[in-house]
């Protein structure tokens, strides 16, 4: 296990926390900013299979996690890394995954600090499993949440929804369709950071990643959590052609695929413009849209998520119930 972890895991990520081998991460004193508010997650992934059209489940840990904290604000700036193995799991698998997480890592401008590996016997899990803990720091006087939240405002995501799930589907070998579709897997902070300046009065309100359930578990979450009605917008939704081919095939909905590279954002009506503008000219928001808008408090009973069709029509986006795709992070 010692020279595992000596000669396959820290040369991957190499850096001066990690080389030490102690049994934790010894940051330095005075290493968030004055005033910031310190930042926390962590999260599993159990993606089947291990490596997919875009990415593999070394890409899917640091993004994930790096995204989880950029929703919320804050600069990512170290992250976890857990290894549990199965026994019999390949040395160039491990080296291939060690180094996607190296170079998302080095995207996010993040560290993997500190760590730890357990192998399990055959069979006891697929192959591998990852948990990613992540630390970042939240800008003094940056506050986003429901009570932000105002009539009027408008929803954004940063591009096309459902690549990640339609990429996982296509890789296994359940179904004999070829689907040129790629994870969208991507690390979100940079593109969060130009969305809070081009908005620099307040004008973020809300942000969550669209992972599983897709963009219609968040928009429900959103209203569900902040007591609002939200209306969405059909033909607004960014969504490439061959997962909406994909999806009229196999009878699924892209609001409710998974994403790893997407954010909902809830923006003042000021802002929507600004920030739209900005997300545009960075490339995890070249199709970025706006695709719906917070209502009034409907004393009618309002279901909490509506959709408007391309017909003018309009029907309830309820929570998905159960899981459509397993094993997708």
Not at 36 to 59: E, H, K, N, R
Not at 164 to 177: F, M, T, V
Not at 212 to 220: S, V
Request: proline residues 6%; glycine residues 10%; contains cysteine.
């Amino acid at each position: 296990m010692r020279e595992l972890v000596a000669e396959v895991i820290v040369p991957a990520f190499d850096n001066a926390w990690l080389s030490t081998l102690e049994d934790q991460a010894r940051l330095p004193p005075g290493s968030l900013p004055e005033g910031s508010t310190l930042a926390f997650t962590t999260d599993s992934y159990v993606v089947s299979p291990l490596v997919f059209p875009g990415g593999d489940i070394g890409t899917l840990a640091v993004c994930g996690t790096v995204n989880d904290l950029a929703v919320g604000g804050a600069h990512p700036r170290w992250l976890s890394c857990a290894l549990i193995l199965e026994e019999g799991t390949s040395i160039d698998l491990l080296r291939q995954v060690l180094a996607s997480m190296a170079a998302k890592a080095r995207e996010a401008k993040v560290a993997i600090v500190t760590g730890d590996t357990k192998v399990v016997q055959r069979g006891a899990c697929d192959g591998l499993f990852i948990n990613t803990s992540g630390i970042g720091a939240i800008p003094a006087g940056r506050h986003t949440g429901p009570e932000t939240v105002r009539s009027g405002d408008r929803l954004i995501v940063n591009g096309t929804l459902g690549d990640h799930g339609i990429a996982i589907l296509a890789a296994r070998n359940e179904l004999a369709l070829e689907i040129p579709v790629l994870s969208d897997c991507g690390p979100l902070n940079e593109l969060v950071e130009i969305m809070f300046e081009a908005a620099p009065h307040g004008g973020i309100h809300w942000l969550r990643d669209c992972t599983r359930g897709g963009l219609a578990t968040i928009a429900n979450e959103f209203a569900t959590e902040g007591k609002l009605n939200l209306n969405l917008f059909e033909s607004a939704l960014p969504v490439n052609d061959a997962v909406r081919g994909a999806c009229e095939i196999l009878g699924l909905d892209p609001l409710y695929l998974a994403n790893e590279g997407k954010l909902a954002a809830i923006v003042s009506a000021q802002a929507a413009g600004p920030v739209l503008a900005a997300m545009h000219a960075h490339p995890l928001g070249q199709a970025a849209a706006i695709v719906g808008e917070v209502l009034k408090p409907d004393t009618r009973n309002r279901a909490p998520v509506t959709l408007r069709s391309v017909f003018g029509g309009e029907r309830v986006v309820d929570l998905l119930h159960g899981d459509q795709l397993p094993r997708i992070c």
